[in-house]
């Protein structure tokens, strides 16, 4: 949430129109909201791992583009990246070690192996995107918004319900309306 409130929304804000920012932060919702029932669909024992690697690309880089500019900001979203990615990764390891029949240092070494993704998609954020603004902050925007939606996909009370993604979607949809109101109130 740090992550989301902290850094990605406010730096997101600051490069694009305020209707662009609640479009890229409900997109990033709503598109993680169909990955998420997709992996569901699908078996889902690799869930986690699928979700921390969704939010993670674009975090990292929003992260290599901020570098360019802002160190310190730069340093505070590492860090809020690692402390996240860290419980998420160990549920990750679980869950595809309880679903599959794989060793467990081989899954560490696919795990390593796709920490590798993460330096790749801050050279690309700082190569390409510390130059594109408006790509960036719709793309802070939208990893925001997915952000919201798998935290409250996971966090969230678990109520009995058919549709169970509608109350994660349900908050990103509130966080847009208190980002509405930043935005067009005075």
């Not at 802070?140 to 918004?145: H, I, R």
Request: charged fraction near 10%; aromatic fraction near 10%.
């Amino acid at each position: 949430m740090s992550a989301v409130c902290l850094v990605l929304v406010p730096e997101g804000i600051a490069h694009v129109p305020p209707a662009a920012a609640l479009f890229w932060l409900g997109a990033g919702g709503v598109a993680f909201m169909f990955a998420d029932r997709a992996l569901k669909s699908h078996g889902g024992g690799a869930a986690q791992l699928m979700a921390m690697l969704l939010d993670f690309v674009p975090e990292a880089m929003a992260l290599g583009a901020i570098l360019a500019s802002d160190r310190t900001r730069a340093m505070l979203l590492a860090l809020l990246i690692a402390l996240q990615n860290l419980p998420e990764g160990f549920n990750a390891y679980r869950e595809v070690l309880a679903a599959h029949k794989i060793r467990p240092w081989r899954l560490l070494a696919l795990f390593a192996a796709l920490a590798c993704i993460g330096p790749a998609s801050a050279a690309f954020g700082l190569l390409y995107l510390e130059s594109h603004a408006a790509i960036l902050g719709a793309l802070m925007l939208f990893s925001g918004g997915g952000i919201l939606y798998l935290m409250f996909q996971d966090i969230a009370p678990q109520a009995v319900l058919e549709r169970h993604w509608v109350p994660p979607l349900g908050a990103v949809a509130g966080f847009m309306l208190g980002l509405a109101g930043y935005l067009y109130l005075p």
